[in-house]
C-alpha cells in the first residue's frame, strides 16, 4: 500500500503505537500540539537533516538502516558534547506513492537505534515532497559538556576507531557491482550505511574531563579538525603515518590516506588531550581503539606531516552541500 | 549571488552573526555539534515542516513572511499549549542555485518572529534539494500545560479570531490576478501568508486554568475539533451561525462557512471550557476576539447544527497529506 492510499492520520497512528513506550519522563508523548517532558538543568539540542540524492540514494539504502542512521547521526553529536541523549523528535517529508513498508522499515530502525541510546521519540510532522527529506532533532543532557574551543597548544589530538571507510563504503554503492568485489568490502559499505555513534566513549571523556575539545567527524578530518583549530584560536599538525586505516580500506582504495583525511561520515570522535591526561586517555586506548595522530600547535595553520617530516598544509576539502 | 558560489560554511557563518544576541539561558550557541542551555524542568517540544510546492510556492510567498511563518506554525503549537517558548532550531535543504537574498530575507523574517516572541535560534542544519523544505523545532516552557484530552460533556466550545480566511487567502494567491480584487482581499491573504501565533491568549487560558482542552486550528476546525473529541472521548455540537467569519471572507468566498470549517492555516485556538468557567472567558471576548461556538457532548459524534436547528454530521474535511 502507498502511503496515500493510507492516508496521514493513519501513518501517525501507526507510528505513535509503535512508540509508545512508558517513560517517567514524558508527561505528554506524541499526539498533542507538543510534548511535554522533565528536562535537565543542562539541555543539549541539535538537529540534522537527510537528503534523498544528496546523503543517501532510496534504491541501495535499505530503509531500516536508514531509520538508524537518521537519528544515529544526531546521537553522534550529542556524542561529541559527552552528553547523554534523552528525546527525539522527527520531521519527514515523502512521496504521496512512496510505498508504506519503506515508511514502516524506516519507524522500525529508527526505533532499533532508539532503544539502543534509551532515545524517546516524542513529537514529529509530516508532509509530502517529491525527494525523501527527514529531519531529526534529539535533546540530552550533559553534566560536563566538551565544546569544540577548549584546545591549547601542547595538546595531542586522538580520533576513536578508523576513517575514511564510510566515504569508500558510500563509493562502492555508487559505483554498484558489490557482489564481484566479494565480502572483503562489507565493513565498508557497514560503516557507510550503519554508522555507530559514540556515546558511551564521549560520555566517559566528559565525565573524566580527559578532552580539551572534542567534535563527530561528520564532514571529514580535514574539516572538523579546522573547526576545533577555528574555535579554539590554534593550529594543529597531523602525522599521515598516523592516521588509522583500516585494512579494508587499504585494499578497495588507491589512495586511503586522501579518504581518511576528506571522507566524512565517519562519526567518530576526534578530540584533544592535555600532556598532564595523556597517560589516562592511553590507558583507554585499546577499549576504545584510540589513535594519537598530532598536537595542536600556537600556529592558525594546519599541516599535514609526511613520513620523511615533509609539512604539507591540510586543507579542508571535505564534503560540501550547495554544489 | 546563489548558495554554490557563497558555499555552506559562509551561509553558516553568515546565519550564527545574524542570531548572537547574548542570553543568559544559552550556554552554547550555534557552532557547536550541539547547543547547551538552561531548561525549565517542564519541558514543551514541537516540531513543524514546510515544503515548496506542499506548503508554499516560491514565486508568491514573500520570503521574509514565510521565514516568520516557519517560526510561527511552530509558536502556535506552543500556544495552544499555554507554554512560552524559548529556543529553536531550524533545518533547510535549498537548491544549490537559489538566490542567497532568498534565505537572508528568509532568516531576517524568521530572526523578527523570534524576537517577537523572544525565542533564540540555537542551532540547525543545512543540505540540498530539489524543493525547498524547512523544518522548525521549538522548545518552550509549560508551567500548567492544556492538553487535547481533557474535554467534558457540557462544556462550552470557544475559537479565537475568524476562520477560513487563510485558506481564501490561499486560494485567492493560486488563482492570481490579485491586484484586479482590490485592497479588500489584503486580509485573507495576509492571514495566509502571515499567520499569528496565539501566545499570549494561550498563556493566559493556561495561567488561569481556564480551559479543560485546547488545541491550535492547522488543519481546519473540522479536524482539529475530531482532535479533541478523539482525545477526551467526546462529541460536540457546533451552531454553523456561530462560526465566527470575517467580512472580508464573506465578500471574497462563495461558501465561507465550509472555508471556515474545513480551511486550516488559521492558527487560531480551539478550547473548550467548563460551564464555572464561562463567565470569566466571556469577559476575555472583546480583548481577544473570542467566540463560543458550540458544545461538548456525550456521544462521540460531532454534529454541525444549522439556523433551522437540523443536525448534520460534522465531517472532517480538512487538508491531508499524501495525495
Known sequence: MRLKELGERRVISRIRRAFSEPRTDILIGIGDDAALVKAPRSLLLTTDILVEDED??????????????????????????????????????????????????????????AREAKVALVGGDL?????????????????????????????RIFVSGTLGDAAQGFRLLEEGGLQEKGRGVRPLIRAFLDPVPQLELGALIARRKLAS?????SDGLSVDLAHICEESGVGAEVEASRVPISSALRRFSKDPLALALNGGEDFELLFTVRPAKLATVRKLSSRFKLTMIGRVTAGKKIFLVGSDKKKEPLRAGGFEHFR
Open 213 to 217: 575539545a572534542m567534535i563527530d567527524i
Open 56 to 113: 543517501f540514494r532510496r534504491a541501495v539504502y535499505p530503509p531500516r538502516l536508514l531509520g538508524r542512521k537518521a537519528l544515529n547521526v544526531n546521537l553522534s553529536d550529542i556524542a561529541a558534547m559527552g552528553g547523554r541523549p534523552l528525546h527525539a523528535l522527527v520531521g519527514m517529508a515523502m512521496p504521496g506513492d512512496l510505498e508504506e513498508i519503506w515508511l514502516r522499515k524506516f519507524m522500525a530502525g529508527f526505533r532499533s537505534a
Open 127 to 155: 508532509s509530502q515532497a517529491d525527494q525523501i527529506m527527514i529531519s531529526v532533532t534529539v535533546t540530552g543532557e550533559a553534566k560536563s559538556p566538551v565544546t569544540r574551543s577548549g584546545a591549547r597548544a601542547g595538546d
